[in-house]
T-cell receptor, first 114, second 114 residues
Framework: AQSVTQLGSHVSVSEGALVLLRCNYSSSVPPYLFWYVQYPNQGLQLLLKYTTGATLVKGINGFEAEFKKSETSFHLTKPSAHMSDAAEYFCAVTHSNSGYALNFGKGTSLLVTP | ETGVTQSPTHLIKTRGQQVTLRCSSQSGHNTVSWYQQALGQGPQFIFQYYREEENGRGNFPPRFSGLQFPNYSSELNVNALELDDSALYLC?????????????FGPGTRLTVL
């Protein structure tokens, strides 16, 4: 079975500061990893995903994540936070034998202060 | 490329009742997945349908059932509602059933069971 752990249920950063949201995964087979964002009263929107190939993945809105197999991590970063980045962020994992289910972490709420 | 819609937006039911939630996938998307998101938690996979057949199921009891129709609409039915069924229910559609296929989420239906 595969799972993800998101470290820090709440993260607060100042506008313009680096955003770092942590995600560690557990999987017995090569994982496929995803980051989704959820704004209030909305569904989830895909930020980026890692399937195979380049371990540094660039997504929308300036976000990127790096797959590190040795650390079983897939942390999400953004060099400079904007007020509009305030939202709930979810890391998710699946793999080739799963076929369908995304297994989500519990989420990290990002607060951006002026 | 989003365009997944769900109805109703909010719903209040009493314990023991039955409920039907609806989802309209993006045209051409053959796969729909349903997730339950309890307050403060990440989404939990309920089941997936691919071309009108159930393609996989999470750890939910049989009183959770679904249907997918040829016109890219689908339903989630929950019988004998329990208080713990109160949650945001999300549907997600994708082109195929591969784990690497991006799942596009709708805004969700907020179900409250009293």
């Amino acid at each position: 079975a595969q799972s993800v752990t998101q470290l820090g249920s709440h993260v607060s950063v100042s506008e313009g500061a680096l955003v770092l949201l942590r995600c560690n995964y557990s999987s017995s087979v090569p994982p496929y990893l995803f980051w989704y964002v959820q704004y209030p009263n909305q569904g989830l929107q895909l930020l980026l995903k890692y399937t195979t190939g380049a371990t540094l993945v660039k997504g929308i809105n300036g976000f990127e994540a790096e797959f590190k197999k040795s650390e079983t991590s897939f942390h999400l970063t953004k060099p400079s936070a904007h007020m509009s980045d305030a939202a709930e962020y979810f890391c998710a994992v699946t793999h080739s034998n799963s076929g369908y289910a995304l297994n989500f972490g519990k989420g990290t709420s990002l607060l951006v202060t002026p | 490329e989003t365009g997944v819609t769900q109805s109703p937006t909010h719903l209040i039911k009493t314990r023991g009742q039955q409920v039907t939630l609806r989802c309209s996938s993006q045209s051409g998307h053959n796969t729909v997945s349903w997730y339950q998101q309890a307050l403060g938690q990440g989404p939990q996979f309920i089941f997936q349908y691919y071309r009108e057949e159930e393609n996989g199921r999470g750890n939910f009891p049989p009183r959770f059932s679904g249907l997918q129709f040829p016109n890219y609409s689908s339903e989630l039915n929950v019988n004998a509602l329990e208080l713990d069924d109160s949650a945001l229910y999300l549907c997600a559609s994708s082109l195929g059933a591969e784990p690497t296929d991006t799942q596009y989420f709708g805004p969700g239906t907020r179900l409250t069971v009293l």
